[in-house]
């Protein structure tokens, strides 16, 4: 809206939509000028993500790519966004379409075809793949999940280098919010009811993660904020 004191708006009602169809997934742009949603069918738990103009409704042609389409950040422009999806039978050996998940890339305004992939595993089928950005949007964040166990690594958003590793080994799960220069990272490493550690992005590896909270003796960490 043009200012904060303008009457809200319905930007989606999916009660409106044939009864068949679901919605599956809401991510608007940070300036909120567009917004990213999937629509499923008939329980098909496949969303496929429309992209719309907030302030007119209007659909823009862009697709993307797989199925079972999720979009996770916008980049602070608008530029584009990263989602993830599964392979489309046909991409990856026979009866292995529901693997492979990976994260990708999407420029608006292009072609589906044009995507790039950003994140995946080559090796195990089973992992499951996201992206995201910092609050601040300086730093982009990677995850690779498998069952209860993660990895984490990051990188200066637009870089196109190396990503640098959080927290390898898929052994246990970890979490990771960047404040400013500050990298608190909550896990249930060497803790069943979970604890955050503290370091700094410039000094990511282990051995330099300091106890910001530690376990408690009986409940267990829900989150931070």
Not at 44 to 51: A, G, M, R
Request: negative net charge; glycine residues 10%; hydrophobic residues 30%.
């Amino acid at each position: 809206k043009e200012n904060e004191s303008a009457e809200g708006m319905v930007v989606l009602n999916p009660n409106e939509w044939d009864d068949t169809e679901t919605l599956g997934g809401f991510s608007p742009s940070r300036d909120g000028k567009y917004v990213a949603y999937g629509v499923a069918h008939g329980g098909d738990e496949n969303p496929v993500v429309q992209i719309m103009v907030t302030a007119t409704g209007e659909l823009l042609p862009d697709t993307l790519r797989g199925w079972k389409q999720s979009v996770g950040a916008w980049m602070p422009g608008n530029e584009g966004f990263y989602y993830t999806c599964n392979p489309l039978e046909g991409e990856v050996p026979e009866g292995e379409h529901e693997y492979w998940h990976a994260a990708w890339y999407h420029k608006l305004g292009t072609e589906a075809s044009e995507d790039v992939m950003v994140f995946n595993d080559e090796e195990v089928k089973e992992t499951w793949h996201g992206v995201w950005l910092s609050e601040s949007t300086e730093y982009t964040v990677y995850y690779r999940g498998l069952f209860n166990a993660n990895e984490l690594y990051f990188q200066k958003t637009g870089d196109e280098g190396d990503l640098i590793p959080i927290a390898t080994g898929m052994d246990n799960q970890y979490g990771v919010d960047i404040l400013g220069d500050k990298m608190l990272i909550t896990t249930n490493e060497d803790a069943p009811r979970k604890m955050v550690y503290v370091t700094t992005v410039d000094r990511p590896e282990r051995e330099n993660w300091k106890v910001f909270l530690p376990e408690h003796e009986t409940d267990k960490l829900s989150h931070i904020s």
